[in-house]
């Protein structure tokens, strides 16, 4: 199993970024896939979850409506849209598996290395 983030970069408020993360080892479509984020002195925050399936997706209060997670089932790789981007949003963000396939979600030991979005002026 192999998570590899990437599309970090740093932006101006109000901009929008897509973040991906592709997956081997084991196909998406079957596990909640999850987005989380972690600033510098911080503990890491869950920021989106998507369901296996098509069994929906939930967010953190601070990103709904500026966040989507999906799925590009063809590249086995989950996707982060941001949108109207703040500095607050600035983090490493990092996806990760669920332990079980077409379960509800607890996180496994499966980390990517993280993509860096920093958001300033």
């Known amino acids: 199993v192999q998570l590899v983030e990437s599309g970090g970069k740093s932006v101006q408020p109000g901009e929008s970024l897509r973040l991906s993360c592709a997956a081997s080892?084991?196909?998406?479509?079957?596990?909640?896939m999850t987005w989380y984020r972690q600033a510098p002195g911080q503990e890491r925050e869950l920021v989106a979850l998507?369901?296996?399936?098509?069994?929906?997706?939930s967010y953190a209060d601070s990103v709904k409506g500026r966040f989507t997670i999906s799925r590009e089932r063809a590249d086995n790789t989950v996707i982060l849209q941001m949108t109207a981007l703040r500095p607050e949003d600035t983090a490493k963000y990092y996806c990760?598996?669920?332990?079980?396939?077409?379960?509800?979600?607890?996180?496994?030991?499966?980390w990517g290395q993280g993509t860096q979005v920093t958001v300033a002026s």
């Open positions: 990760n598996r669920a332990q079980t396939a077409w379960a509800n979600y607890q996180p496994s030991n499966y």
């Open positions: 998507l369901n296996p399936g098509d069994r929906g997706a």
């Open positions: 080892g084991f196909t998406v479509d079957v596990y909640g």
